[in-house]
């Protein structure tokens, strides 16, 4: 596909105009950063891995009536979207407590939750994509209280269906982050999955050992990404041939 012009780059996508009206060509870079953008570094193969991974979770959610941006892969570190009016708010789903929710609360990594929780987070990255309570949210004119609860229906259906897909390969998910977006259809509005679902975005332990298989591993220093999200492709069967 010839190059097209860059309507957008983030820390880890880059999206260019698409070839029909309504679509968007997504680029996944090899570029990593945590804590806001303060560390950084270039991880080989990781925008290969998450393209093929997130093609692989978007595709099993169309297929069971979830629906999301994605269209179809092009190739190695592309995939063809609709566009969308991204909600700015990043949609967090924990079975588990970890990650800012442990630390908030004073809690163990590990330590098991009554039950699913939803949070929502406001996407600025200058101020570090602070938690918000829902008032906030509706206060704020950035979703209407019925958007909420759609989007919040949405996060669990997304969780039930990861959670199962993960288990079935001796992967837990603890947590994880999706972004959702609008799509207008005439008079209609509908809310889909965009963005991206994969390591860089979820909290992936393996079942027996504990051992983490996620974006923690570059946040932590706990070994080599690559390695981590090569494990994950390799269990769900789709790992990408020339990593
Ligand atoms: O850091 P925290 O515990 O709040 O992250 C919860 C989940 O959301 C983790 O799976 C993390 O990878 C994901 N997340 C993300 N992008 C952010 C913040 C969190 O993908 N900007």
Same mark, same amino acid.
């Given at each position: ?8 780059? #983030? ?14 060509? $997504?680029?996944?870079?090899? /570029? ?7 560390? +950084? ?15 692989? @979770? ?45 630390? +908030?609360?004073?809690?163990?990594? *590990? ?16 101020? *570090? ?11 704020? *004119?950035?979703?209407? $209280? $019925? /958007?909420?609860? /759609? ?12 959670? #199962?897909?993960?288990? *079935? ?6 947590? @994880? ?12 509005? +509908? ?29 932590? /220093? ?11 492709? +390799? ?9």
């Amino acid at each position: 596909m010839a190059r097209r012009k860059k309507i957008y780059e #983030g820390k880890a996508k880059i999206l260019y105009e698409g070839p029909e009206p309504g679509t968007l060509v $997504q680029y996944f870079k090899d /570029d990593a950063t945590a804590f806001n953008a303060e560390k +950084r570094a270039t991880v080989d193969g990781k925008g290969v891995l998450n393209n093929r991974l997130s093609e692989f @979770f978007m595709t099993g959610l169309n297929t069971i009536g979830v629906p999301t941006h994605f269209i179809k892969r092009i190739n190695m570190r592309e995939q063809l979207i609709r566009s969308v009016e991204i909600i700015p708010l990043e949609v967090i789903v924990r079975n588990v407590a970890a990650g800012s929710m442990a630390k +908030r609360l004073g809690l163990e990594e *590990g330590a098991p939750l009554p039950r699913p929780i939803v949070e929502f987070s406001y996407k600025e990255d200058s101020l *570090g994509d602070p938690l918000v309570p829902e008032e906030y949210i509706i206060a704020f *004119g950035w979703a209407s $209280q $019925q /958007d909420l609860d /759609d989007m919040v229906a949405l996060a669990l259906r997304v969780n039930d269906f990861l959670s #199962g897909v993960m288990y *079935g390969v001796g992967i837990k998910l603890v947590d @994880f982050k999706i972004e959702i977006g609008r799509i207008y259809d005439g008079d209609f509005m +509908r809310l889909v999955v965009a963005d991206e679902i994969s390591p860089d975005s979820c909290r992936l332990w393996d079942i027996k050992t504990g051992q983490k298989l996620d974006k923690d591993v570059f946040r932590r /220093d706990l070994g080599n990404l690559t390695d981590a999200y090569t494990e994950v492709a +390799r269990r769900l069967g789709v790992l990408p041939t020339n990593v």
